[in-house]
């Protein structure tokens, strides 16, 4: 038997048509459309925890950093747009930026001073059909994500790994809640690990007062 091949999207055919008036939400990748569902209250939690907290550092360092509601990172090599949990923005290199202002979308380095996915238990769909269990959650930010952000050249990836889903080789065994946060070095993350009380070493944030423990108790 012969099976249809998906139709691949291009970028500019994705925001022209996502986000649609159903309300959804969507990220593209490598072609594929995806739908992402609704996160838990748990989820939603941590992200405005986390939101506020480097909002707050940004006000008190002054600097010209913000976060929006709604933004795509694009890598520049591929069919595909992200929309992560928390994408800190520097306002003034958005010039640069061509897809800016008629399509909230970015794609430098220079723009994207950090950026924060937090993993869910939500199942993403793909033209309706749902991803098996968890799974492709979790591998998309420790996988793809990862690896696009770096080729990006991101400075500052966190992975915020709450409710301990990801792959024992990424947070452990037994696993348990886990921040990684990845710092670029020469084209190439590296990482550091937090747990349970640890403070949060963050390069871009160097003073920020904030511990894991923190971070989790948000989303209880």
Not at 131 to 146: G, I, M, P, S
Not at 152 to 175: C, H, M, Q, S, T
Request: proline fraction near 7%; include cysteine.
């Amino acid at each position: 038997m012969t099976q249809a091949l998906r139709k691949l999207v291009k970028f500019d055919e994705f925001v022209a048509k996502y986000p649609d008036n159903t309300g959804k939400h969507y990220e593209l990748h490598d072609g594929v459309v995806i739908e992402m569902p609704q996160p838990s209250g748990d989820h939603e939690q941590v992200v405005g925890f986390l939101a506020f907290e480097l909002t707050r550092e940004c006000i008190r360092l002054s600097l010209p950093y913000f976060i929006p509601k709604t933004a795509l990172v694009k890598p520049p090599e591929n069919e595909s747009a992200y929309s992560p949990d928390v994408l800190l923005l520097n306002h003034p290199n958005l010039i640069n930026e061509f897809l800016w202002k008629k399509e909230s979308t970015v794609s430098l380095a220079g723009s994207i001073p950090l950026v924060i996915e937090v993993v869910s238990t939500a199942v993403a769909t793909t033209g309706g059909t749902p991803a098996t269990h968890c799974l492709t959650n979790w591998r998309d930010d420790y996988f793809t994500k990862l690896g696009q952000y770096e080729s990006i050249g991101i400075p500052e990836y966190w992975i915020v790994d709450y409710a301990a889903l990801g792959g024992r080789r990424f947070i452990g065994n037994p696993k348990q809640p886990t921040v990684s946060i990845y710092s670029l070095v020469e084209g190439e993350y590296q990482t550091n690990q937090f747990r349970g009380s640890d403070r949060i070493l963050s390069p871009t944030f160097p003073e920020l007062n904030l511990t894991t423990e923190q971070i989790f108790q948000a989303g209880g």
